[in-house]
């Protein structure tokens, strides 16, 4: 699954628009909606995006061993 699906699905969970999104991480609608549809969100992009819904961005590598990068 892209960021720009996982993002669409935090927008529709917490029954929310792009533009209310856009508005609460201070950028444009329009941007934040060519960054969705173009999947060019930086790592700092989607901490703020699940911030600003009330959650938390995190990614990372996680190995069968539990090693976690």
Do not use: C, H, W
């Amino acid at each position: 699954m892209t960021n720009a699906q996982k993002v669409k699905m935090a927008i529709a969970y917490k029954n929310t628009s792009q533009k209310e999104l856009a508005d609460a991480i201070g950028t444009s609608t329009q941007n934040l909606s060519q960054k969705i549809s173009r999947d060019t969100l930086s790592a700092t992009e989607l901490e703020k995006i699940a911030a600003a819904l009330g959650g938390v961005y995190v990614s990372r590598f996680e190995f069968p061993d539990g090693t976690k990068i």
